[in-house]
């Protein structure tokens, strides 16, 4: 039971341009998303959160928008860096729990 | 300000031994969180401890594996009998006092590897 998904396995974005990355999720008692960027050999990142009672939530380069009623977040870079290369992770949880439920992972690629 | 520390980074253990992964978390965190990456997976969440207080170990596996959080020192996942499809990375992440919504951070992770 995959409650958290991330369908694309892998993106491949020219360096400048923009990274959209997508998330879908099936427990509408989620309220509360992040993101995180893992490299090889090392833990995940944290990069930019979400509160259910925003849409969007913007930090420098980053930017998350969450559509409730889709069910569905997605994580935007721009302009993306070869330092963007690497895999990204969204994750849910939902009444404070601090129970993570995370996607299987996208790995982004920035060609130069 | 040092960020979540795990050790040992790598272990090997042969089926049926012991493994002892340990996590320091950051500087003010009191909450600690253990997850296992399987191969081309997502993390799944296994405990969440405070100190001497297990607060929810629904993912953890009923047999074999145990985790603890003591007064003093780092926090403690232990898999008993390991056997192979124990082989995985073990990430552990702390937060600090819960208000809510709290932001977790990750340490580097444990890769073990049963032979």
């Known amino acids: 039971d995959q409650q958290v998904k991330q369908n694309s396995p892998s993106l491949s974005v020219q360096e400048g341009r923009i990274s959209i990355l997508n998330c879908d999720y099936t427990?509408?008692?989620?309220?509360?998303f992040l993101w995180y960027k893992k490299y090889p050999a090392e833990g995940p990142t944290f990069l930019i959160s979400i509160s259910s009672i925003k849409d969007k939530n913007e930090d420098g380069r980053f930017t998350v928008f969450l559509n409730k009623s889709a069910k569905h977040l997605s994580l935007h870079i721009v302009p993306s860096q070869p330092g963007d290369s690497a895999v990204y992770f969204c994750?849910?949880?939902?009444?404070?729990?601090?129970?993570?439920?995370f996607g299987q992972g996208t790995r982004l690629t920035i060609n130069p | 300000n040092a960020g979540v520390m795990q050790n040992p980074r790598h272990l090997v253990r042969r089926r049926g031994q012991e493994a002892r992964l340990r996590c320091s978390p950051m500087?003010?965190?009191?909450?600690v969180y253990w997850y296992r990456q399987l191969p081309e997976e997502g993390l799944k969440f296994m405990v969440y401890?405070?100190?001497?207080?297990?607060?929810?170990e629904s993912g953890m596996p009923k047999e074999r594996f145990s985790a603890e959080f003591p007064k003093e020192g780092p926090s403690i996942l232990r898999i008993q009998q390991v056997v192979r499809g124990d082989s995985a990375a073990y990430f552990c992440?702390?937060?600090?006092?819960?208000?809510?919504?709290?932001?977790?951070?990750f340490g580097p992770g444990t890769r073990l590897l049963v032979l």
């Open positions: 500087k003010g965190h009191s909450h």
């Open positions: 994750a849910a949880d939902f009444q404070g729990a601090q129970k993570l439920v």
């Open positions: 992440a702390s937060s600090p006092l819960i208000s809510g919504k709290e932001t977790q951070y």
């Open positions: 401890l405070q100190k001497e207080n297990i607060i929810d």
């Open positions: 427990n509408s008692m989620f309220d509360y």
